[in-house]
């Protein structure tokens, strides 16, 4: 691969989907990538969003026939235009788990096509002695949970990463890394860090980065597909891949604000995006231009930590209820099943302290809870019966207790003596795995942005990867 360091005035970026494994698709990429002739090829990989299981299980929320199949397709592309393809927090998560399971995909294509490249990896797992250390030394402070953090809660967890901003990538591309897998990295860092080393405003770039992130979802029609963005000096371009779709000053402008706790101010590694002076303008039907948006430096380079603990066993049930005199009382039935069910437990001297039970009403306040509107009675219900215990055979046994009861509770008005529960599925009560909780939401202040991140830059070639997958490698 040419490296291509030389300062150029313009980076062209496309960005395949806006989830490595979400699909997107390969006839708008190739058009993009013919048309467009990016610098580089980038897609984040993973995130919070679904919650804390992933990171403390190891395992990645998009499938490996997903990921492999589109991994197939993203670095052939880079290969073939002789430019960078980087993924960011690798395997959903972006531990260490997950990004030796990228790796693996990526050493098993190479092998069956013959791929010769430079592979740079980037682990963004910490230990529990650097953290503990950073935690004496002062440099661990609270984040958006307000708590503390004490070395019990980094003891009890399971595993930590630090997200990183864009010099740890933009390292892996000094050294000459065409294929980067970078662990829990930033959205926006993805796509901000070859505009970066080529010297472009870093407002823009990570302007531009936190859009590309999510693919054309800051499009219309909205979808995880192929979106293109093109930064100059003073401003950056945005256009999706897909002819049909358009990028309206609407769509990018809300897509801008989203996720924010300040919807004109994103804290990130580094600096503060301000985009309290940007302008959004419609260059054509499908096309805008964004400029006006500042970036102001921090005193403090603070990296976001993620750390999770498992808390036990997860058992679940679901069933219906349309019994409207039951429905009508739901609270008082519930509350009365879950005083039988304890009673019977501390019978057995088991506290209520070892576990958790959590009713989910759908149809009624089964998404918004205490927080819901509307008043109206539903003419059914969909209840999820939902146990956590450290113990899994107490889990399944509470569970059982509970739609037992509930199968049979009497209540004022009852008209069925037959069973109140419509059971979904048979065997009624599922164990669904071990359950996760955040631990560490914090922040780690470094002074140097590569200090936490373990940077393995080397030669991949079809003889290597062939080795790498024997049996015993």
Known sequence: MSTKLEQLDEVRIVAPTGCLGYGFSKEDFLRALRERQPHVIAVDAGSTDPGPYYLGAGESFAQRVEVRSELEIVIQAALDYDIPLIVGTCGGAGARAH????????????????????????????????????????????????????????????????????????????????????????????????????????????????????????????????MIGTIRRDHFELVPGAEHRACTVTSISSHSLYERENPLRQAGPGGVVDLGQSVVTQLDPRSVRVEGTRYEPTDEYLLKLEGVRRVGTRVISVAGIRDRAMIEQLDEVLAETKRRAEGYFAGLGVGSDAYTIVFHAYGRDGVMRELEPETRTAHEIGLVIDVVADDPDLAKALCQ???????????????????????????????VGPVYAFSIYHL???TDPLEPFEIEVTDVQPQQALAAAAPGA
């Open 99 to 226: 990004v030796e399971w990228t790796r693996e995909i990526v050493m098993e294509l190479a092998r069956e096509h013959s791929w010769s490249f430079r592979l740079g990896v980037i682990h963004s797992e910490l230990d529990t002695e650097y953290l503990t250390d950073k935690l004496e030394a002062g440099d661990i402070v609270s984040f958006e949970s307000g708590e503390e953090l004490d070395a019990q809660a980094i003891a009890e967890s399971t595993c930590v990463v630090a997200q990183m901003g864009a010099e740890p990538i933009i390292e892996a591309l000094r050294q000459g890394a065409q294929v980067v897998l970078a662990g829990r990295a930033c959205d926006d860092a993805v796509f901000a860090a070859l505009p970066l080393l080529h010297g472009l405003d870093p407002g823009l770039a990570h302007h531009m980065g936190k859009v590309l992130e999510c693919g054309a979802l800051a499009s219309v029609p909205l979808s995880m597909d192929v």
């Open 401 to 431: 207790r509970l739609s037992g009861l509930l199968l049979h509770l009497d209540f004022p008005g009852q008209f069925n003596t037959a069973g109140n529960l419509a059971m979904l599925f048979s065997p009624a009560n599922i164990e």
């Open 444 to 446: 780690l202040r470094v």
